[in-house]
């Protein structure tokens, strides 16, 4: 497998579904694969990340030029609780994609949250003196927040890793990641989910012939980019 800064490197495909190709792929991927260990009962848990962006947004304006190589930064809680808190870089290299995430405690994030990267020098994690020169060199700051609920599904076979994100919301100009009550818009006009289907180097045989029966084109927008898109940003 490729590696980046000795990141194992992995194939993303995106596609923008409607709720009944959902409710037809899971009836046909429940049999072959198995639950995310993350997910409740239902096999949904909630995602809430924070995305920052440069003074001049250029995270978002490199994703919507399609530059080959570009990052993102976020912070990442889950199920609304401060007890797993990820800063994370995710990378695009062409048509590969690669992950940094490192655990840090809540006020470290709040730090971050609120422009000040101080606490980042005494880290030794190199995503850590990423985001400390980003936000020294380039301002980067919190852009918006995204929201959404995530079910998954994976296959150890090339790490396969296939997610329905639903309930795609926007907190708008809010940074407040730990705020429950929260304010958030969703941002589909029409009734639409988001399939992501992650996998290491091939898409089992099987997998590819159940994706083939997808109407629905692959998307290159990114539920960062959907989440911006009442700032009256073009895209």
Not at 120 to 146: G, K, N, S, W, Y
Request: proline share 6%; net charge neutral.
């Amino acid at each position: 497998m490729p590696t980046i800064r000795n990141i194992p490197l992995r194939h993303e495909l995106k596609y923008l579904i409607t709720p009944a190709e959902l409710t037809v792929l899971r009836g046909v991927l429940k049999p072959v694969m198995q639950l995310d260990p993350n997910g409740d009962e239902r096999n949904e848990y909630h995602i809430r990340s924070l995305y920052f962006d440069t003074i001049n947004d250029d995270f978002f304006q490199e994703k919507v030029s399609g530059v080959g190589n570009r990052k993102k930064y976020r912070i990442r809680i889950y199920n609304f609780s401060d007890r797993v808190i990820k800063l994370e870089c995710k990378s695009k290299y062409g048509d590969l994609i690669s992950k940094q995430s490192v655990s840090i405690p809540r006020d470290l994030a709040e730090q971050l949250i609120a422009g000040d990267p101080e606490g980042l020098q005494r880290m030794r994690h190199p995503l850590f003196h990423d985001v400390f020169r980003e936000m020294r060199t380039r301002l980067m700051r919190p852009a918006v927040i995204v929201d959404y609920v995530r079910e998954a599904y994976i296959h150890p076979a090339e790490e396969v890793r296939i997610t329905f994100d639903k309930q795609l919301r926007t907190g708008l100009y809010a940074t407040d990641i730990f705020d429950r009550s929260l304010p958030t818009y969703p941002v589909f006009d029409d009734p639409c989910e988001v399939l992501e289907v992650k996998y290491d180097e091939f898409l089992p045989t099987y997998l590819q012939a159940i994706l083939s029966g997808i109407t629905a084109q692959r998307s290159a927008v990114s539920k960062y980019t959907w989440c911006r898109r009442y700032e009256n940003k073009e895209f």
